[in-house]
């Protein structure tokens, strides 16, 4: 999955794409290096990020949807929580909704429901503008399966097909440092939920503070992390760097299943 943030203000590539005719290059780009989604993001979600209007989002995202859809045969995903830009990016082309609200901004689980497309529930502890207050667990792994139990309970009374269900552990979201690397070392119990697993921890604090680099120098550390995850379940893997990502992922298969190269 190829991150596309189309706002002034993200954290990784903040005003980098915002311009349309950039962002569709961009899209370009990586489909080329192998992204077979491309996740469309109009509002940032970075720790203090402020919120974002409606119909900005709206400009922001459904121009590149509309554009990613005519000229590319990859699955698109809308990055939002709001209900009304769900409807409108499914409307025009959108093939998943990834939710870092997971389905809780009001209306939301019944537009899911209406749209009848897959849909990302993200855990997060908090708001962006506060999560990374001094969040606490009792353990992070038990408490989030604890949380996707229980939404994923919540989507399937709302109508939400059990095999339209994706989770993502929220890398960041509300985490320390220390919780973020135990999410990654048993990220495998998860697996016991059966339902598909997103991550997401391309480029992140969790990179940069443990490796003592700028947001642009952890691409090296993300695919490594990228890697882990794979290994340790992780069904789709969402990257800044998509041609790195892909490299690696194609050793990694090589690896495991070297007996195929020579036949």
Known sequence: ?????????SFSDGGQYSSYEIACRHADEMVRD?????????????????????????LRVIPLVEYVAKHHDVWISIDTSKPEVMQQAVNAGADLINDVCALSQPGALAMAAQLDVPVCLMHMQGKPQTMQNQPEYQDV?????AFFTQRIDDALKAGIKRENILIDPGFG??????????????????????IPLLIGLSRKSMIGNLLGCDVLERDNGSAVAAMLAVQNGADIVRVHNVKLTVEMLRVLDATNNYAALST
């Open 1 to 9: 999955m190829g991150i596309l943030n189309v706002t002034p203000d």
């Open 34 to 58: 192998g992204a077979t989604i491309i996740d469309i993001g109009g509002e940032s979600t970075r720790p203090g990020a402020a919120p974002v209007s409606l119909n900005d989002e709206l």
């Open 141 to 145: 792994v038990d408490d989030i399966v």
């Open 173 to 194: 979201f509300g985490k320390t440092l220390a919780h973020n690397y135990q999410l990654l070392a048993e990220l495998h119990r998860f697996k016991t939920l059966s």
